[in-house]
């Protein structure tokens, strides 16, 4: 592979730079005969969705290599996955694919969640060692249902006994991988985050209580604000559980507070879309624009979706000896967030994809 040569604002310092590609990795210091492939202009470390499907909504590996294929040409050159029921290992492979990073399946109760995701537990007392299965089965991460709809009580309601969360979380953390759970009501949280749990997904709940709890013990929270969107949509067909709606519709209309005061507390927040489970692939733009419209500086946005989200999730942006996932641009997109949606060049393993 020819070695090529970027020049470029680099983000998010904004710094003019060069940049040498060699062997998919990235080098600051000259290399002769490189071909210049971009020459002005900014420069970001690919973009993340850090709450994706690949897969959950795909029939089989090809269906999931093409929603792979539409966030990448989108700018996510990095997905975190958060479950799903078919195998992607062999997606990993694919050198034009993302980089993703597995959670294995989810892990639930009966009933209590999507139909045929999940990996079911009749008894919660089983969850530890279900735990231990999936942490060996992901890429360092394990997918919780932390709650649900339980229809005996018509309205969301935790999954897991507090002290069973504590052992599931321990036994997650000794070997080697992170807890994220989804969560959208208040009533979950506090054993969720006092167990030790690293992300929250969602988290339309938050109370000034459990954001305090969150911003203490360092747990991160993915809103994936273009999925709350559909909480009216989810609420009105729902009428025959009419507190579940009403708690739905709640819960949607105080999201700006509940985002604006977590980032306020200083928690820890990541871009992701959700992407498969009723979101369409390619959106992480939307989602950047949206948590800069929930308080978030431009830039603060840009980084929840590269160079910040990049470092939590064991990545490196652009430095000497990091891969070469870059995105260039012609327009800043500190200025205007939709030039996000129109990269000039996207390089990925150091490979021009556009």
Known sequence: MPALHMRGAVLPDG?????????????????PYAETVVDGG???????????HIGLAAADL????????????????????????????????????????RAGKHIARPKRYIRDVSEELEDPSQLPSVVAEQAAAGDGWVKLIGDWIDRDKGDLAPLWPDDVLTEAIKVAHEAGARVTAHVFSEEALPGLINAGIDCIEHGTGLTADTIELMASHGTALVPTLINIETFPGLAAGASKYPVYAGHMLDLY??????????????????????????????????????????????????????????EWLGFRGIEEGAAADVIAYDQDPRTDLNALRNPTRILLRGRIIK
């Not at 900014?42 to 994706?52: M, Q």
């Not at 966030?71 to 990993?92: E, F, I, K, N, Y």
């Open 42 to 52: 900014f420069l970001l470390p690919g973009l993340v969705d850090a709450h994706c």
């Open 253 to 310: 209309g105080r999201i700006r507070q509940t985002v604006g005061a977590a980032l306020e507390a200083g928690v820890p927040v990541y871009a992701g879309t959700d992407a498969g489970g009723g979101i369409a692939h390619g959106r992480i733009v939307d989602e950047i624009v949206a948590l800069h419209e929930m308080g978030l500086t431009t830039t603060d946005a840009i980084g929840s979706a590269s160079w910040a989200a990049r």
């Open 15 to 31: 710094e003019t730079r060069d940049l040498w590609i060699v062997n998919g990795r990235i080098r600051l210091t000259p290399v």
């Open 62 to 101: 090809d269906e999931a290599e093409q929603h792979a294929l539409t966030d990448r040409d989108a700018g996510t050159l990095l997905v975190r996955d958060c479950g799903v029921p078919l195998d992607t290992r062999p997606l990993q492979e694919k050198l034009e694919l993302p980089r993703i990073v």
